[in-house]
T-cell receptor, first 113, second 113 residues
Framework: AQSVSQHNHHVILSEAASLELGCNYSYGGTVNLFWYVQYPGQHLQLLLKYFSGDPLVKGIKGFEAEFIKSKFSFNLRKPSVQWSDTAEYFCAVITNTGNQFYFGTGTSLTVIP | DGGITQSPKYLFRKEGQNVTLSCEQNLNHDAMYWYRQDPGQGLRLIYYSQIVNDFQKGDIAEGYSVSREKKESFPLTVTSAQKNPTAFYLC????????????FGQGTRLTVV
């Protein structure tokens, strides 16, 4: 079965620090990749997605992610975090032959003002 | 407004009772999903459905049941056979073709006492 690994479980940063959250998946074929965010008390929202084309994708709120096929990775980045970025972040994958989304275990980000 | 509605937001039940969680969507999506979210474990798939009157077990289907009699509705029943039912339950939907992103409801927090 496919799996998604998020290596950072808890990350604490000061405002203006740069962020990179790791995501790796296990599937050799074509995949669609997603990053979702869950702000405290809110539902999961899509941050960005990759289907094909330019491996560097930009999402909402200044987030971006880079798909590196050779490393089976889709890391999330933001140059300068804000206190309002405090949330839980989930990486997800769906394969081109599959019909279900696989989620990582999530990374809890706390940004200190 | 288009979206996914889960009700209720909070649910309390006594041990041994079955309970049904509601999920309705007006996005005209074919696919619907139920996930369970536990701290440190991310989102785990319980059941999913690609079309009306058809559904498949996910990774943790034991102790749960679903139905898909209408395109817009995908209720989840947590039965007394589920060993550890207290959790946060998330419903999602997506367009089945093209593997586009999933949209999530606000979730239902079930507490069994």
């Amino acid at each position: 079965a496919q799996s998604v690994s998020q290596h950072n479980h808890h990350v604490i940063l000061s405002e203006a620090a740069s962020l990179e959250l790791g995501c790796n998946y296990s599937y050799g074929g074509t995949v669609n990749l997603f990053w979702y965010v869950q702000y405290p008390g809110q539902h999961l929202q899509l941050l960005l997605k990759y289907f094909s084309g330019d491996p560097l994708v930009k999402g909402i709120k200044g987030f971006e992610a880079e798909f590196i096929k050779s490393k089976f990775s889709f890391n999330l980045r933001k140059p300068s975090v804000q206190w309002s970025d405090t949330a839980e972040y989930f990486c997800a994958v769906i394969t081109n032959t599959g019909n279900q989304f696989y989620f990582g275990t999530g990374t809890s980000l706390t940004v200190i003002p | 407004d288009g979206g996914i509605t889960q009700s209720p937001k909070y649910l309390f039940r006594k041990e041994g009772q079955n309970v049904t969680l509601s999920c309705e969507q007006n996005l005209n999506h074919d696919a619907m999903y139920w996930y369970r979210q536990d701290p440190g474990q991310g989102l785990r798939l319980i059941y999913y459905s690609q079309i009306v009157n058809d559904f498949q077990k996910g990774d943790i289907a034991e102790g749960y049941s679903v139905s898909r009699e209408k395109k817009e509705s995908f209720p989840l029943t947590v039965t007394s056979a589920q060993k550890n039912p207290t959790a946060f339950y998330l419903c999602a939907s997506s367009i089945a073709r093209d593997n586009t992103e999933a949209f999530f409801g606000q979730g239902t927090r079930l507490t069994v006492v």
